[in-house]
């Protein structure tokens, strides 16, 4: 029997697919495995269960001398050191299916949040000097008619396009490859440069892999081509923004407003952008439902089944 260790503490309905025929191991008395409780029995182990949050690096899997499969809870994949696991043989998977609708939803919402001031005015109404009630004061930014900038347009890329059509935005893009013309008129959306998307964008939501060469693919230079107006959306990744440029960026007003579920040292946030009032905070949460997350579970379990079996497709980044 094949044996399954789990770093995170999951749901068992999300797991009934394993049931049975494998053998899992899973924290019991606490919500996660430390870094080095799995490093020190990884060994014994053919498939490893990390989240997103969960690097695995070259150390761990060099441990694990039976590992065959990492099967990552998560759809991006950044916490695990890909090519040095199909060097060592093992093959590496990852969730896209059950991440997309949700991921799609909260950035959406992170969009009208930022633009309409919701969490601002949240906050500023539970003080006592509250906020001005005036017909002119504090306003937000509307969402008909603007334009949306969508840097990556893979699957969630294109649920928030279909949400923000919805909702009266026009839809530009940019993606290393341009898609095919019947999907851009799904959305009516227009493939531009990066620049231009930039520059000409009223929100523009992150939604590229986090790879080498999109580190820090937001910095200051492109902060400066914004329009002062723009709002900024970021789902993706923490390390592809570089945040202290973010964070000078909102407080000199360079940029109107920013939206954030992810962060570079994860689960610690820039104390700048903890001190100002233009920008939405969210702690990694596009997927928090307990809905959304027993479906990342069986979704993360079928590739597992799917690769011993053959009984479900799996999703293979390797």
């Not at 182990?45 to 989240?51: A, G, H, M, R, Y």
């Not at 005036?134 to 928030?160: F, H, N």
């Not at 570089?242 to 109107?256: D, F, H």
């Not at 993360?300 to 479900?312: D, R, S």
């Given at each position: 029997?094949?044996?399954?260790?789990?770093?995170?503490?999951?749901?068992?309905?999300?797991?009934?697919?394993?049931?049975?025929?494998?053998e899992?191991?899973?924290?019991?008395?606490?919500?996660?495995?430390?870094?080095?409780?799995?490093?020190?029995?990884?060994?014994?182990f053919?498939?490893?269960?990390?989240?997103?949050?969960?690097?695995?690096?070259?150390n761990?899997?060099?441990k694990?001398?039976?590992?065959?499969?990492?099967?990552?809870?998560?759809?991006?994949?950044?916490?695990?050191?890909?090519n040095?696991?199909?060097?060592?043989?093992?093959?590496?998977?990852?969730?896209?299916?059950?991440?997309?609708?949700?991921?799609?939803?909260?950035?959406?919402?992170?969009?009208?949040?930022?633009?309409?001031?919701?969490?601002?005015?949240?906050?500023?109404?539970?003080?006592?000097?509250?906020?001005?009630?005036?017909?002119?004061?504090?306003?937000?930014?509307?969402?008909?008619?603007?334009?949306?900038?969508?840097?990556g347009?893979?699957?969630?890329?294109?649920?928030?396009?279909?949400?923000?059509?919805?909702?009266?935005?026009?839809?530009?893009?940019?993606?290393?490859?341009?898609l095919?013309?019947s999907?851009?008129?799904?959305?009516?959306?227009?493939?531009?440069?990066?620049?231009?998307?930039?520059?000409?964008?009223?929100?523009?939501?992150?939604?590229?892999?986090?790879?080498?060469?999109?580190?820090?693919?937001?910095?200051?230079?492109?902060?400066?081509?914004?329009?002062?107006?723009?709002?900024?959306?970021?789902?993706a990744?923490?390390?592809?923004?570089?945040?202290?440029?973010?964070?000078?960026?909102?407080?000199?007003e360079?940029?109107?407003?920013?939206?954030?579920d992810?962060?570079?040292?994860?689960?610690?946030?820039?104390?700048?952008?903890?001190?100002?009032?233009?920008?939405?905070?969210?702690?990694?949460a596009?997927?928090?439902?307990?809905?959304?997350?027993?479906?990342?579970?069986?979704?993360?379990?079928?590739?597992?089944?799917?690769?011993?079996?053959?009984?479900?497709?799996?999703?293979?980044?390797?």
């Amino acid at each position: 029997m094949k044996k399954i260790l789990i770093a995170y503490r999951l749901h068992p309905e999300g797991l009934k697919d394993l049931e049975g025929k494998y053998e899992i191991v899973l924290p019991q008395e606490k919500s996660y495995f430390t870094k080095e409780e799995v490093t020190s029995i990884i060994h014994d182990f053919e498939v490893f269960v990390p989240n997103f949050s969960f690097y695995t690096d070259k150390n761990i899997i060099d441990k694990a001398t039976k590992l065959e499969l990492i099967s990552n809870y998560g759809v991006g994949y950044n916490n695990i050191d890909v090519n040095y696991a199909t060097e060592k043989g093992i093959t590496v998977t990852n969730i896209p299916n059950s991440t997309r609708e949700p991921t799609a939803e909260f950035a959406f919402a992170l969009l009208l949040a930022a633009g309409r001031r919701i969490g601002y005015y949240d906050r500023k109404l539970r003080t006592p000097k509250g906020v001005s009630w005036g017909v002119y004061a504090e306003c937000g930014l509307p969402v008909y008619g603007k334009t949306l900038g969508i840097i990556g347009m893979g699957r969630i890329g294109q649920s928030l396009a279909r949400r923000a059509v919805a909702s009266g935005m026009n839809i530009i893009y940019h993606n290393r490859n341009r898609l095919d013309t019947s999907i851009e008129q799904t959305y009516n959306a227009h493939y531009v440069s990066f620049d231009e998307l930039l520059c000409t964008a009223d929100y523009i939501s992150l939604n590229a892999p986090s790879t080498p060469e999109t580190y820090h693919l937001i910095g200051e230079k492109e902060f400066n081509k914004m329009k002062p107006t723009a709002v900024f959306i970021n789902t993706a990744r923490g390390n592809m923004v570089n945040e202290k440029a973010l964070a000078k960026a909102l407080k000199n007003e360079q940029i109107w407003a920013a939206a954030l579920d992810v962060f570079e040292n994860e689960p610690h946030i820039l104390p700048e952008l903890l001190e100002l009032d233009n920008v939405v905070l969210a702690p990694h949460a596009a997927t928090k439902t307990m809905e959304d997350r027993i479906a990342m579970s069986i979704e993360m379990a079928q590739n597992i089944v799917g690769f011993y079996e053959g009984t479900f497709a799996i999703s293979r980044v390797n």
